[in-house]
């Protein structure tokens, strides 16, 4: 073993709170809304890096309109469960988003701030319309005001996974929505 490999991170135990089946029925409603809401328009959609990433490539397959895929990066630093609310982006858009209907893919929202942040830097580029697509939502959490459009699930104030969301950058390749569960 190289004496300098990074320590192995191993996975906690966890249970299934929601299953695939579940999710792909719930995302393909969601994709039937969005195609009958813009019909006639060629939406953006903009996901919120990491854990947009197998929520969106799910949803993008049941839009049948023409569209886009961009990304932004808004990190919301966490140790852990821990959590330091500064939120700091990266990640260029370098589609012209001006006149665009945009819709911002995330994961999870949680405490809101990540995407009410996000819609507020988009303002700048005046989009035709923002509107909020995320997979879970965690409303006892919001610190802000905010609209989610479309919402797959609400989930308590528990800290979940898998379905791209991630404890310490692992259980995001995890095909349905976990809970960690004490040993
Ligand atoms: P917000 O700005 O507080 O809404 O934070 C949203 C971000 O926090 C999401 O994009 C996730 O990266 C992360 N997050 C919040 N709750 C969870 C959770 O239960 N599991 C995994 N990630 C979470
Ligand atoms: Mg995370």
Same mark, same amino acid.
């Not at 073993?1 to 490999?5: E, F, G, T, V």
């Not at 809401?37 to 939406?43: N, Q, T």
């Not at 459009?149 to 310490?168: A, H």
């Given at each position: 073993? &190289?004496?300098? %490999?990074p320590e192995k991170k191993r996975m906690q135990p966890f249970e299934i709170l929601l299953t695939r089946e579940k999710i792909d029925? +719930?995302? %393909?409603?969601?994709? +039937?809304? =969005?195609? &009958?809401? #813009?019909? /006639?328009? %060629?939406?953006?959609?903009l996901g919120v890096l990491k854990g947009c990433v197998v929520f969106l490539a799910d949803l993008m397959r049941t839009i049948k309109l023409p569209m886009e895929v961009e990304f932004v990066?808004?990190?919301s630093y966490r140790n852990g469960h821990d959590r330091d609310d500064r939120v700091q982006f990266g990640g260029a *858009?370098?589609?012209?988003?001006? @006149?665009?209907?945009i819709l =911002? =893919?995330?994961?999870? *929202?949680?405490?809101? +701030?990540?995407?009410?942040?996000?819609k507020k830097q988009l303002a700048a580029q005046e989009p035709a319309s923002v509107e909020i697509v995320a997979l879970l939502d965690k409303p006892g959490s919001h610190r802000v005001g905010?609209?989610?459009? #479309?919402?797959?699930?609400?989930? /308590?104030?528990?800290? *979940?996974? @898998? #379905?791209?969301?991630? &404890?310490?950058q692992l259980y995001r390749n995890l095909p349905f929505i976990g809970k960690m569960v004490d040993q």
């Open positions: 073993m &190289n004496p300098s %490999a029925k +719930r995302i %393909a409603e969601i994709g +039937r809304q =969005i195609n &009958n809401d #813009y019909a /006639g328009e %060629a939406p953006v959609l990066s808004a990190a *858009v370098p589609t012209e988003l001006k @006149g665009r209907h =911002i =893919i995330e994961g999870i *929202v949680d405490t809101g +701030r990540t995407v009410s942040l996000i905010l609209d989610i459009k #479309y919402k797959g699930f609400s989930v /308590g104030n528990e800290f *979940v996974i @898998g #379905y791209g969301l991630d &404890n310490t």
